[in-house]
């Protein structure tokens, strides 16, 4: 379908699809702050740098685009699914070869970005949402929604709390409609995995993904397979013990990959914590720009949780300068929120986190985790004790 395309259809497809941002003339003059619509419909504010950021961004995301549909159109709709290489002799070695070449292509694509119109069924099928879906009926999920509807948990009231302050003001997911859909697919994965529930963050990571994937049905797929198969698996539970041990595994990388920071953080006493529970939970989605955000999913979504890791690291590298002149806690949290939020050019975010922090293997941060459960869940013991003392002491 999608071969069939010529460069006209193409250049007028991205044209329409990524808008330029134009200031008024005033506030290129004055560089006064501005706020416009980004491509997912959240207002973003910014001087007039930031827009010129913005707009060499989208530049590259045409770019990127036309190189992947003359992909599509020379090697298939669906090339990218061929990248595995398999075993035996009945692979001839031009196929492996092609596989192989494929691979490589494919990872070199994604750090540079899917184009949004891409995004859904790029994701859908490289994440393995389309294979978990593919083990139950067609109608599964509207079965589930049908089943629990009305049903009261305490997720649900959760849920609802956390409904209205989830990207308030977006256009579409602030709206009855936009609350529907969120409520639905929470739910819905709530009694699906009743270990997890709701967690709080859970509501972003799944607000960003309808935006993206248009339907909630995909959406909930996308939600199932990044908690089932791409993160680790107890991260969203009642004690996020998960959570707790990768913060811990991410100030020992901090410590080793950015020694310089780490101790002037220890001697701050400052808890990293404080900042990247937030990324970690919520995906960088409350965090990051959307577009950079989703940038970030792209690779999260190939290569796996490891990932974060690199992204948060380089967060941190980013303003080693700066935050090496810090002086007390407020400093140090304010200069990394500015960052945050200013990161609107997500090549400059992923060359530090790939080129500089370095790569970082699943088996080193599995072995990390290894080291650190024990403790996690010593602490965490330990707390539950002491609540229940002063339970007891109080009644």
């Known amino acids: 379908m999608y071969g069939t395309k010529s460069k006209i259809d193409l250049a007028f497809e991205y044209q329409s699809q990524i808008p330029v941002l134009r200031p008024s003339i005033h506030s290129r003059r004055a560089n006064l702050t501005v706020k416009f619509q980004d491509l997912y419909g959240f207002t973003v504010e910014g001087n007039v740098d930031d827009v010129n950021v913005l707009n060499d961004v989208r530049e590259k995301v045409r770019q990127q685009g036309r190189v992947w549909w003359a992909l599509e159109a020379s090697k298939g709709a669906n090339w990218y699914l061929h990248t595995t290489i398999g075993q035996g002799s009945a692979l001839t070695s031009s196929l492996k070869f092609s596989a192989l070449a494929n691979a490589i292509t494919l990872k070199k694509l994604i750090k540079k970005g899917i184009p949004p119109v891409l995004r859904p069924k790029v994701w859908f099928s490289l994440s393995g949402a389309a294979k978990k879906k593919s083990t139950v009926p067609d109608s599964y999920y509207d079965d589930l929604t049908k089943a629990v509807e009305g049903k009261v948990t305490p997720a649900t009231r959760q849920i609802d709390h956390d409904l209205p302050r989830t990207f308030p003001g977006h256009p579409w997911l602030d709206t009855p409609e936009g609350h529907a859909a969120l409520r639905r697919v929470l739910v819905a994965y709530s009694f699906r995995d009743s270990d997890v529930g709701y967690c709080q963050g859970l509501n972003y990571v799944a607000a960003l993904l309808l935006l993206v994937m248009k339907t909630e049905e995909d959406a909930f797929w996308m939600l199932a397979v990044l908690l089932e198969n791409v993160l680790v698996s107890d991260c969203y539970t009642n004690n996020l013990s998960g959570c707790h041990v990768e913060q811990r595994v991410f100030k020992d990388l901090l410590a080793k990959k950015c020694p310089r920071i780490a101790t002037h ?12 529970t937030e990324w970690f939970l919520c995906l ?11 940038r970030v999913w792209d690779v999260i979504f190939f290569e796996g949780a490891k990932v974060i ?12 300068d700066q935050l090496l002149l810090t002086h007390h806690v407020g400093e140090v949290i304010n200069v990394l929120q500015m960052t945050t939020h200013h990161l609107f050019d997500p090549d400059d975010l992923l060359t530090v986190a790939f080129d500089q922090i370095g790569s970082m293997t699943t088996n080193t941060i599995s072995k990390q985790r290894k080291k650190q459960e024990p403790e996690v869940m010593k602490e965490l013991d330990q707390r539950i004790r002491k609540l229940n003392s002063l339970k007891a002491d109080n009644k």
Do not use: G
């Open 309 to 320: 890791f690199n992204v948060a690291l380089a967060i941190f590298k980013m303003k080693e």
């Open 284 to 294: 960088f989605s409350k965090s990051l720009p959307s577009e950079t955000t989703l």
């Open 265 to 276: 953080l220890e001697a701050l006493e400052f808890d990293v914590s404080l900042v990247t």
